[in-house]
């Protein structure tokens, strides 16, 4: 037992025997020689105690490390042909560290996509955000850290929307939007009286602060990224964006957005994502934002270009589409989803019913800007002869990209609920990752549905139908647009160097079409960023299915016979 | 008259280590539009002259006017940085693809 001054200091047995401890923790863990805040939490973990409040005293700055962990599985966003990079810089991490108080927090931000966690970092708080993708990789860590008796702190989409899941490998969960209420946490963050759970309301993101890039290893990420509103009014069934955000869109204002972008542009990127649900939806706010960005733009001595997600019924508006232009927005993201109607309906996307979106795609490519698609496949209205329809749609548009996944209800959806209802809820622990499921399909067998989807994604991105698709892209582009700018960044032309080194190893044809794409860009240099970007993907693509190719290789569509049999997990139906 | 673009095989290695130089040079200068590209030193540094796209597009113009792949998924960006070390880098892929002669 440990004494001093002939005192008691074994807190628990302090405690058991009525007595209050408060006083001895820093005595105690000089003793230890362990952290304060380390062993403070132990003891409450334990269920023991109800710690009292205690006065805030002069002590150094608490040290706070927050990490945006891996993914669990590669996707197509992710460009993990790039060694140490992301594509996307991670905002939420910056965000926390911007919010934490200068005076008692020291803040250690880790993109564990760029460099390995320092589990011998004397932290006092381990931070760990991140979405559905994460969650294994969440817990994990949650579990490392703890067994280091360092007090871990969860947060972010994942945590908010599946908290059953990550309850038990943190300390403090921290469910929505942390803004609102930072003072309050930070506060008892520092003085060590912190709760088990806090839930932060979805406030106004007037005052949301600038993410701390300088702490972040931005030279790492292809993208910067600036999150100018929160929220989407629609209500796909399968989104589980605005259960998490909400369905009433809430803005930054454009004085607040131009600051952010002036902090991006100082740590370097000259590509940005507009990290929105949907950044056009109220039109007369989204055309407001894009004035400021292009006027922003053109004072910049580098041009800075943008990719955002948006939905399709803003190429409604010629306006519109001219402003994301003029802006120097390069690339949108659209879930598409799907050329089956009665999909479109039931999943209640309806801003894509009856809308001829080949069409749409080609009024976004006629002002410079690159579709990438979002598809879906496995609704309930889709049959075998469905990826067949997605590959014929496909062709027939200037889309380059599809990004294409099996439906997935993810935790708190509309869809989960129903799939509950309906017994059709597959406990599959799996990431949302192309090609994995969670729901047993209606028209087709999960089989089917694997097999197809990953038939469907050699098809879209076979050398001829790529190249095909991405040469049409570049024709429709005009040719008075700005160029893209010339990035002299080291892991762009990392970027450059992998994706080359993939395509032009893959087989002579893929050399040839790269080949191709790089002479018809050479006479149309406003494609330059569009079609550079294309190119990662594939190869990026490329590089995803060469991961898999040991397992499966699918030869037709699942309406056809098939040509082998993929070997299927053990699937079990829960709920 | 005289080939401009003789077989690599045929040729000695201080040949085609020039061949190598000589198509960089032209490259730099009619796509890269660097007009100061045929005296610029082997040595000088040309990352700004360089964007991600005519990395790009510089492999494929070596690769298709040597017919050898040259990037085998470990070039990364240092190997780049002068006309030299560019010129030196296709010259060793580009001898190792040569057929073994006794």
């Known amino acids: 037992m440990l004494t001093e001054g002939g005192r008691l200091h074994n807190p628990r047995m302090r405690v058991l025997a009525g007595e209050s401890f408060r006083a001895d923790f820093a005595a105690a863990d000089r003793l230890c020689g362990r952290n ?67 005076d008692k927090f020291e803040v250690r931000l880790c ?54 899941e990550v309850r038990d490998y943190c300390d403090i969960l921290v469910r929505g939007e942390l803004e609102p209420i930072a003072p309050q946490f930070f506060d008892e963050l520092y003085r060590g009286e912190y709760q088990r759970e806090y839930v932060g309301a979805r406030g106004a993101l007037d005052e949301s602060p600038i993410p701390r890039w300088d702490l972040y290893p931005s030279d790492r990420a292809l993208m910067g990224s600036l999150q100018t ?112 109607q009665e999909s479109l309906r039931e999943t209640k996307k309806r801003q894509n019913v009856d809308v001829d979106m080949a069409e749409r795609a080609e009024r976004f490519a006629h002002h410079g800007i690159q579709v990438i698609a979002g598809a879906i496949v496995g609704f309930d209205h889709d049959g075998p002869d469905i990826f067949q329809r997605h590959l014929d749609f496909a062709m ?57 989807i990953r038939w469907l994604i050699d098809q879209l991105y076979a050398p001829e139908n790529f190249t095909q698709r991405l040469l049409r892209m570049i024709e429709l582009f005009p040719r008075d647009l700005p160029a893209w700018s010339n990035s002299d960044r080291r892991v762009d032309a990392e970027a450059a160097l992998a994706s080359h080194g ?42 995803n299915r060469s991961c898999r190719r040991s397992s499966v290789e699918v030869t037709a569509p699942p309406s056809m016979p098939l040509a082998m049999q993929v070997p299927r997990r053990a699937l079990a139906v829960v709920g | 008259m005289v080939d401009t673009n003789p077989n690599p095989k045929d040729l000695s290695d201080a040949e085609l280590a020039q061949a190598v130089e000589t198509a960089v040079r032209e490259f730099l200068k009619n796509e890269g539009e660097a007009e100061n590209a045929l005296e610029l030193g082997a040595d000088q540094e040309l990352w700004s002259q360089f964007d991600s796209l005519l990395i790009m597009e510089l492999l494929v113009h070596l690769e298709e006017r040597f017919g050898v792949p040259l990037n085998t998924g470990k070039l990364n960006p240092d190997d780049l940085k002068t006309i030299g070390r560019i010129r030196d880098v296709a010259t060793r892929a580009i001898r190792a693809a040569r057929p073994k002669t006794e």
């Open chain 1, 229 to 340: 509103s929160r929220g989407c009014p629609f209500e796909c069934e399968f989104c589980d964006v605005i259960q998490y955000v909400g369905r009433k869109q809430r803005h930054k204002n454009v004085e607040q957005v131009v600051r952010e972008l002036d902090a991006l542009y100082a740590a370097g990127f000259r590509r940005v994502f507009l990290a929105d649900d949907n950044l056009t939806v109220y039109r007369k706010r989204a055309k407001d934002l894009l004035r400021g960005i292009a006027d922003w733009n053109e004072r910049q001595p580098e041009r800075v270009s943008f990719g955002t997600q948006l939905s399709i019924e803003c190429s409604d508006d010629l306006e519109m589409l001219e402003l994301l232009s003029k802006a120097g927005l390069h690339s949108v993201f659209i879930g598409i989803e799907t050329p089956n």
């Open chain 1, 396 to 452: 027939r548009t200037p889309i380059a990209i599809f990004n294409v996944a099996a439906l997935y209800a993810a935790h708190a959806t509309p869809l989960r609920e129903r799939m509950q209802r309906e017994g059709r809820l597959l406990d599959v622990d799996v990431a949302l990752a192309n090609a994995s499921t969670n729901i047993r399909p209606v028209l087709m067998s999960l089989e089917q549905l694997e097999q197809g």
């Open chain 1, 502 to 543: 993939i395509l032009s190893n893959e087989s002579p044809e893929f050399a040839r079409m790269m080949g191709r794409v790089l002479k018809a860009i050479r006479s149309k240099p406003s494609a330059r960023g569009a079609a550079m970007y294309a190119l990662l993907i594939w190869a990026q693509q490329r590089h």
């Open chain 1, 36 to 102: 304060e805040l380390a062993s403070r939490v132990r003891f409450r973990r334990r269920g023991l105690v109800s710690l009292p409040p205690r006065p805030v005293e002069p002590v150094a700055k608490r040290k706070l490390y927050l990490i945006h962990p891996k993914h669990d599985q590669s996707s197509l966003i992710e460009v993990d042909i790039v060694p140490g990079a992301v594509g996307i810089a991670n905002a939420a991490i910056g965000t926390v560290a911007a919010l934490a108080p200068d």
């Open chain 1, 111 to 164: 993109e564990e996509e760029v460099e390995e966690v320092d589990f011998d970092y004397p932290a006092d708080f381990v931070g760990v955000t991140g979405k559905h993708g994460q969650g294994g990789r969440m817990r994990w860590l949650g579990e490392q850290f703890r067994r280091r008796g360092v007090p871990v702190i969860f947060g972010g989409p994942h945590a908010s929307l599946a908290p059953e």
